[in-house]
């Protein structure tokens, strides 16, 4: 059979088998991967243990550095700097999957549906988009939670909100490539109408686009929602946040500098590795860079 | 819609057909006033050179042009008007009672589906089947295309067949649904000589056996020669010369169906004998001048070539010509035999 060594279509690499042995010798994706497990292992096992209660002050043996009982020390409430961070990272992962959530649904649908319709449709919602793109994200969520108080519920849709014109973009980008695809053009000539060839062509050949795109959102979500908690926007005490945790070790910059090492490595770990997770899937799901190395 | 008269209306009737397409460099008419007539399994075939109109023309037929052209004129299919149709009344059309093959075996499936469920989609979209029934439909639909041991093969991807497999594949999906109309614009462009001979074949056999009409796209005379009982001749997106084919190749009355034969490789010919050309290269669309579209082209040209479009020509046999200098071109090839 003179069957084609043609690229193997992003989708459907999943299921190819040797995709797993690919990846895992890909550092890029190894490495982010290990990281961002990581990530969602401290926060799962935030919620069946810690070392200390985070909640719980003790005075007496505040900012203490590292030791046998507090592994990272404690900070100016005598709380356990340990455990502050394992729980933190709920704050991070709730933030990251809810913000890019919504990003990622309203966001693709739009750009999906300006890639269908075309015309004054696809005007009318890639011109919205820029004028949410012009708005600075920190400016557009100080905005949101000045009008409707601080708190983590508006801070991930205020950061949700900054995520829909860059998915839609995206997505109208790559929907409109795929619908100039001769394959559309014969799923149309077989009576297919927009919504299914949206669903069962558009969708599927741009999904490598949006997955690698996620990771990359969620990492700048987790920045966005340390900012904003730096700034007091986002987590409300005591719930524990890593970006919280920065802004209370700033003012003991000199007496501990520790405390603000601890949240600062974690946040920027968190961050490498989702981005790194993303450059090696980006590579990963495109067959030519895949065939590249 | 009206089903019973059958016999008395021809299956396309296509009339006065203009498609102004907005490019970049301004509006371009790409078609510009068609009008050709197809019986129930009759077959056509339209040769001319790229960007003539020959797709953008079977495009309009299926509805398949971009939004921003603009088709106006007649097009009867079975008695229904296809200009200005609703969008959903068309899909009802297109995979059902129209069928088409395209150009590029390589990109007209998609890489994720498996090929039964891309040749089943119109199957269970016009005939409500369920997915096992159109698995048994696909089944002898693969069989009678030539793909060999196709039980094997209904749930293997596009990427996993050769070029000619996958125009096997093509053709089975436009003929899913028993098309009245099959519209196959260049099926055999992008594939080896050897494997062109195949699907001409079979696409000749299906057209008989089935009793669909064919609408057949080439640039390859050959081509059409062996596949269709008339013929459009297309430049610059109008029809110059059209009608059997038997007598278009006998009378080539057009000066640029004249350069088009004469621009075949022959077999035999004398080793270093350069290939005739015609002078000077297709006009752009967007401004093309209101004369003839041929006449910058064209060694008979007059002024008045240029002036107004030249009108239809009635040669014996149902065969037309737009040209109004037959009568010297007549002349001079009689004395100098080309």
Redesign the interface.
């Known amino acids: ?4 060594p ?4 992003s ?2 690499a999943f299921k190819v088998p040797g995709f797993w042995r690919r990846a895992m010798h890909h550092p890029s994706f190894a490495i982010g991967a290990v990281l961002t497990l990581l990530l969602l292992a401290a926060a799962l096992l935030s919620y069946v243990w810690t070392p200390w209660s985070p909640y719980e002050m003790d005075l007496p043996s505040k900012l203490q550095g590292p030791s046998a009982a507090h592994w990272l020390g404690t900070d100016s409430f005598g709380r356990d700097v340990a455990s502050l961070l394992l729980v933190g990272a709920r704050a991070s992962i709730l933030v990251g999957v809810i913000a890019v959530g919504i990003g990622l649904t309203v966001g693709t649908a739009l750009g999906l549906l300006a890639a269908a319709r ?2 004054w449709v696809e005007e009318a919602i890639m011109r919205l988009s820029d004028f949410t793109m012009a708005f600075p994200a920190i400016l557009s969520a100080i905005m949101l939670t000045a009008v409707f108080g601080a708190g983590i519920v508006n801070a991930i849709i205020a950061i949700g909100i900054y995520n829909i014109p860059t998915f839609a973009r995206i997505t109208r980008a790559s929907a409109n490539a795929v619908w100039s ?3 559309v ?9 927009s919504l ?1 060839i949206t669903m ?2 558009v969708l ?2 741009i999904s490598a686009v949006l997955i690698v795109q996620t990771t990359i959102r969620f990492a700048i979500a987790i920045l966005a929602e340390a900012a904003l908690s730096y700034l007091g926007l986002g987590t409300q005490p005591p719930q524990p946040s890593w970006g919280r945790m920065l802004a209370e070790a700033q003012t003991l910059m000199f007496q501990a500098p520790l405390l603000a090492v601890f949240p600062g490595l974690a946040i920027a770990l968190a961050v490498l590795g989702l981005n790194l997770l993303g450059d090696g899937l980006r590579d990963l799901l495109d067959p030519r860079l895949a065939r590249a190395r | 819609m009206t089903m019973p008269q059958h016999s008395a209306m021809p299956l396309l009737e296509v009339d006065d057909l203009h498609v102004r397409l907005q490019t970049q460099r301004g509006p371009a008419e790409a078609v510009r006033g068609i009008g050709f007539t197809l019986e129930r399994g009759e077959t056509m075939g339209i040769v001319g050179e790229s960007g003539c109109g020959k797709s953008i023309t079977v495009q309009s037929l ?1 509805g ?1 042009l ?3 052209a603009k088709v106006s004129g007649r097009i009867r299919f079975d008695g229904a008007e296809l200009v200005g149709m609703a ?2 009344e068309l ?6 009672r ?3 093959i ?3 075996p ?8 498996t090929i039964v469920r891309q040749i089943g ?2 199957l269970r ?2 005939r409500g089947m369920s997915a096992g029934q159109a698995r048994k439909e696909v089944l002898a639909l693969l069989e009678r295309v030539g793909i060999p041991d196709p039980a094997s093969r209904l749930d293997a ?7 000619g497999q996958r125009q096997r594949i ?1 053709i089975a ?2 003929l ?1 649904c028993g098309p009245d109309l099959l519209i196959a614009d260049e099926p055999t462009t992008a594939l080896d000589v050897t494997i062109q001979k195949q699907i001409l074949e079979l696409i000749r056999g299906l057209v008989a056996e089935r009793g669909m009409a064919l609408i057949l796209i080439s640039h390859d005379l050959g081509v059409i020669a062996q596949n269709v009982s008339k013929m459009l001749v297309m430049y610059g997106g109008s029809v110059v010369e059209g009608g059997p084919t038997a007598a278009v190749f006998a009378e080539r009355a057009h000066p640029y169906t004249q350069g088009l034969f004469g621009a075949r490789p022959a077999i035999g010919a004398p080793r270093g004998l350069r290939l005739a050309t015609i002078p000077g290269s297709v006009p752009e669309l967007v401004d093309l001048p209101p004369g003839c579209p041929f006449a910058g082209r064209c060694r008979y040209t007059v002024d008045a070539c240029r002036a107004t479009r030249p009108p239809a020509v009635r040669l014996p046999h149902g065969h037309e010509v737009r040209c109004i200098r037959l009568d010297e071109i007549a002349a001079q090839e009689g004395a100098v035999p080309a």
């Open positions: 059979m003179s069957a084609v043609a690229a193997v279509p989708a459907v075309r015309g695809r001769e394959y053009a014969a799923a149309r000539a077989c009576g297919k109408g299914a069962q062509h599927p050949n | 299926m398949l971009p939004s921003s969008e959903s899909c009802r059309l297109r995979g059902n129209i069928g088409m395209f150009q590029e390589m990109t007209a499936l998609n890489p994720l589906h989609e119109p979209l016009h991807y596009p990427h996993q067949f050769s070029g093509g999906m436009a899913a």
